[in-house]
């Protein structure tokens, strides 16, 4: 009777755990790796499916931009081929003709100057540049203080 009922809560214990049961009654937490934010847009000639860009990729944009969402609610990436070679499919090396907006609560916005990068670099250029417009950004901010207002700078 005793080995009976042992093999019956095994069987259980298998059947909640390979239904995923048990994941129903756990908190759900968000995840920030299956799409990238609405805070963070891309534009131009290609599309965040064209950039493939892996779930490491879009979590680090997405944290990014939580991490960074008290100064800039908003984050603009146009992306476009660097020379007409560059229009077909997007591969690790393929150059990519980047512009770069953060815009603040305040409208105000911190550009960066067009460049040209390789897609396997996009997204570590995308946080460098988030870091030094946050740096760039409240430094200015502190220097005029609240008698006037910042309506874009260049990085």
């Given at each position: 009777m005793?080995?009976?009922?042992?093999?019956?809560?095994?069987?259980?214990?298998?059947?909640?755990?390979?239904?995923?049961?048990?994941?129903?009654?756990?908190?759900?937490?968000?995840?920030?790796?299956?799409?990238?934010?609405?805070?963070?847009?891309?534009?131009?000639?290609?599309?965040?499916?064209?950039?493939?860009?892996?779930?490491?990729?879009?979590?680090?944009?997405?944290?990014?931009?939580?991490?960074?969402?008290?100064?800039?609610?908003?984050?603009?990436?146009?992306l476009?081929?660097?020379?007409?070679?560059?229009?077909?499919?997007?591969?690790?090396?393929?150059?990519?003709?980047?512009?770069?907006?953060?815009?603040?609560?305040?409208?105000s916005?911190?550009?960066?100057?067009?460049?040209?990068?390789?897609?396997?670099?996009?997204?570590?250029?995308?946080?460098?540049?988030?870091?030094?417009?946050?740096?760039?950004y409240?430094?200015?901010?502190?220097?005029?203080?609240?008698?006037?207002?910042?309506?874009?700078?260049?990085?």
């Open positions: 005793l080995l009976f009922l042992l093999l019956l809560a095994a069987g259980g214990a298998l059947v909640l755990f390979r239904t995923d049961v048990v994941g129903f009654f756990k908190a759900s937490s968000p995840t920030y790796d299956k799409a990238l934010l609405p805070a963070v847009t891309v534009s131009g000639a290609y599309s965040v499916e064209d950039l493939r860009l892996s779930p490491a990729e879009i979590q680090k944009l997405n944290v990014s931009s939580l991490i960074h969402r008290d100064i800039f609610t908003g984050i603009g990436l146009t476009n081929p660097a020379s007409k070679r560059a229009a077909g499919p997007v591969g690790s090396t393929t150059p990519l003709d980047l512009g770069l907006v953060f815009k603040t609560e305040e409208n916005e911190v550009c960066c100057w067009p460049r040209t990068v390789k897609r396997r670099d996009l997204v570590p250029h995308v946080v460098r540049s988030l870091e030094r417009a946050k740096e760039l409240t430094h200015y901010r502190k220097e005029i203080g609240d008698r006037r207002s910042i309506k874009r700078l260049y990085l």
